[in-house]
C-alpha cells in the first residue's frame, strides 16, 4: 500500500492540486524531509491538506501525514479508504476530546514512527484567510517530541479554490509561505504565542494572487 499511496500522490493528487492552486510556493527548503518533524499551517479549505502533500520532494512525500477529524473523514467506507490509505491521515477523534480519551495518541505514533505530522491548529476550517484561535494540541505534541521541529506554514487562498461547504473546486491561484522552524522551549504558552507570531509574520509576507 505504500507504494500505491506514493503513486497516487505523485501521479494523481499533486497534478490536480498544482492545477487547481498555481502552487507558488515561498521557503520550500525548510520544509522537513524526514521525521519526527512537525508542520503547523493555518486551514481554510480541504484544499490546504492536498497542497501541502503536493508542495513535499517525492523523496519526502510518503511520510507526510495529516493529522484529520475521524468522525469526518472516516466516516463513508470509500472518503475513508482514501483519506487512510492515499492521504494518509492520522485520524482523531475530535467529538470524544471531552471524555478524557488521549486524541492526540494517533498522532504521537506517527512522530514515534519517523512521520512528518501536519497539524492545523485552529482544529477546524477557518472563514478565509484570516488566523483564528490556536488549539494547544501542537505544544503538547512538540513537548511530547522536543526533537521535532515545528515548521509553521501560512497558506493564502485556498478558501477561494474550496470554500467551507462547497463540493466543486475552482481554479485559482494560491501561495504557501514556508517559515523557519520553531523548536519546543519547555513552556506551553510561549509556544503557541512564537506559533502564531510566526504565522501572521509569514500572512504579512504573502504576495499578491495572480488569478483572481
Request: a positive charge; one cysteine or more; proline letters at 9%.
Amino acid at each position: 500500500m505504500g507504494w500505491l499511496r506514493f503513486l497516487l500522490l505523485v501521479l494523481a493528487a499533486r497534478p490536480l492540486a498544482l492545477f487547481l492552486t498555481g502552487a507558488d510556493v515561498t521557503g520550500r527548503e525548510r520544509l522537513p524531509l524526514k521525521g519526527p518533524a512537525i508542520v503547523a499551517a493555518n486551514h481554510s479549505s480541504h484544499v490546504d491538506t492536498l497542497l501541502l502533500l503536493a508542495i513535499f520532494p517525492s523523496r519526502a512525500v510518503a511520510r507526510v501525514r495529516p493529522v484529520a477529524a475521524a468522525d469526518y473523514f472516516l466516516r463513508d467506507p470509500v472518503i475513508g479508504w482514501f483519506s487512510r490509505h492515499v492521504i494518509g491521515i492520522v485520524p482523531v477523534a475530535r467529538l470524544k476530546a471531552g471524555a478524557g480519551e488521549d486524541v492526540l495518541a494517533p498522532a504521537r505514533a506517527a512522530l514515534a514512527a519517523g512521520d512528518i505530522v501536519v497539524v492545523f491548529p485552529e482544529g477546524t476550517r477557518g472563514d478565509g484567510d484570516q488566523l483564528g484561535r490556536l488549539k494547544g494540541g501542537v505544544a503538547r505534541l512538540a513537548e511530547a517530541f522536543p526533537e521535532a521541529p515545528v515548521t509553521p506554514v501560512w497558506i493564502q487562498g485556498a478558501g477561494r479554490v474550496l470554500p467551507k461547504g462547497e463540493a466543486i473546486p475552482a481554479p485559482l491561484n494560491c501561495a504557501v509561505l514556508v517559515g523557519e522552524p520553531l523548536d519546543w522551549e519547555g513552556d506551553r504558552p510561549a509556544f503557541m504565542a512564537r506559533l502564531r507570531a510566526a504565522l501572521l509574520a509569514l500572512k504579512d509576507q504573502a504576495p499578491p494572487l495572480r488569478w483572481s
